[in-house]
C-alpha cells in the first residue's frame, strides 16, 4: 500500500558534478530565454514507500469540476473524523473541507482500499456514480465515463517500493514559491520560477478535483494547462508535456503574461554553459 497524499521524502541536492551521471534530467533542462537564470537548484526525491498515483483523472473542460481515483493506498483518515455514505456495497468514509471538494475511502471486496478526490458534485452524486464506475483490481475500466468531464490520458503506473522525483527549480528574481494550505502556492511579487519535475510525477491535473478558487483551463504549447491566480498578485501556470511537468511562478502576472514566458521556453543540454555556472559543484 502507499500513502494516499504521499510522505516524507529524503533529498538530496545534485551538484554540477553529478548533473551528467542522472539521465533523467535531460528531461528537465530548461531555461527560460537566451539568458541564465540568477539561481539553478536541482535535486532529488525519494520516497521509500513510494507514493499513490491516480489510476484515472476526470475534468471538466469548463473548469467546474474534477474526480481522480486513487487505488491500492493506506488508510487516509487514521486520525481524521469522518462522515459515512454507502457505496460499492459497503460504507465509505467521507470527509469535505471547507474549500468544497470531498475525499472519500472504501476498502473493495478484494482488499483494494480507494481514495477519491471530487468537486463539482454533491457527496450523494459522487457516491452514485462510484457505485456503476467499473473498477477492477488497481484500475480503472477504459469504459468509465463522467458526464460532462473528460478522462485525462492513463499514465502507466509506478512499480511497486520506492521512487524518485527530479527537480529542475530555475530562478529569475531571486526568490521561490513557497507552499501553503491545501494546494495553494504562495508567489510572492516579482518572483519568475520555473519548476521542471521527471520521474514519479504526479499529472497536475490531479489537482483539478480540488477545489481552487479563480483556476482557469487553458493551454501551453498545445498542451492541457492549468492557471491558478493568488491573493497576493502571483500565479502558477502547470501544464504536462514529454514526460516532464512544468510550473511556472509568476509574481503580479496574468495568465496571458505567463503564457507569454511559457512560450520562451528552451530545451538545453545538461552541459551548457547557463545550466552549469549557476549550479555548485
Request: some cysteine; proline content about 9%; charged content about 15%.
Amino acid at each position: 500500500m502507499r500513502e494516499a497524499l504521499g510522505g516524507s521524502p529524503a533529498s538530496q541536492a545534485i551538484g554540477a558534478a553529478k548533473l551528467q551521471s542522472v539521465p533523467e534530467l535531460a528531461a528537465a533542462s530548461y531555461l527560460i530565454g537566451s539568458e541564465g537564470p540568477e539561481h539553478l537548484r536541482v535535486r532529488s526525491d525519494t520516497f521509500s514507500c513510494g507514493q499513490a498515483f491516480p489510476s484515472a483523472i476526470f475534468y471538466d473542460p469548463a473548469g467546474s469540476g474534477g474526480i481522480s481515483l486513487y487505488a491500492d493506498v493506506a488508510d487516509p483518515f487514521t486520525h481524521e473524523s469522518t462522515g459515512t455514505v454507502p457505496t460499492r456495497g459497503t460504507d465509505a468514509h467521507v470527509l469535505t473541507p471547507p474549500a468544497g471538494h470531498h475525499f472519500m475511502t472504501w476498502t473493495e471486496p478484494d482488499g483494494v482500499r480507494w481514495f477519491v478526490i471530487a468537486r463539482g458534485m454533491s457527496v450523494a452524486q459522487l457516491a452514485s456514480w462510484l457505485d456503476t464506475a467499473p473498477l477492477t483490481g488497481v484500475t480503472v475500466g477504459t469504459d468509465a465515463s463522467v458526464p460532462g468531464m473528460t478522462r485525462v490520458p492513463d499514465i502507466a503506473p509506478t512499480p511497486a517500493g520506492p521512487s524518485t522525483v527530479w527537480t529542475w527549480t530555475a530562478e529569475y528574481a531571486g526568490v521561490a514559491p513557497s507552499r501553503v494550505v491545501d494546494g495553494y502556492e504562495d508567489v510572492p511579487a516579482g518572483a519568475v520560477t520555473l519548476d521542471v519535475r521527471v520521474g514519479a510525477v504526479e499529472n497536475p491535473a490531479a489537482s483539478l478535483s480540488w477545489a481552487l478558487p479563480g483556476r482557469v483551463i487553458t493551454t501551453v504549447d498545445g498542451a492541457p494547462a492549468w492557471y491558478v491566480p493568488h491573493s497576493e498578485g502571483g500565479s502558477v501556470l502547470a501544464w504536462t508535456k514529454d514526460g516532464a511537468t512544468f510550473r511556472l511562478y509568476v509574481g503580479a502576472h496574468t495568465l496571458q503574461a505567463s503564457q507569454a514566458i511559457a512560450a520562451q521556453l528552451e530545451h538545453v543540454a545538461l552541459g551548457d554553459p547557463r545550466v552549469t555556472s549557476r549550479l555548485t559543484p
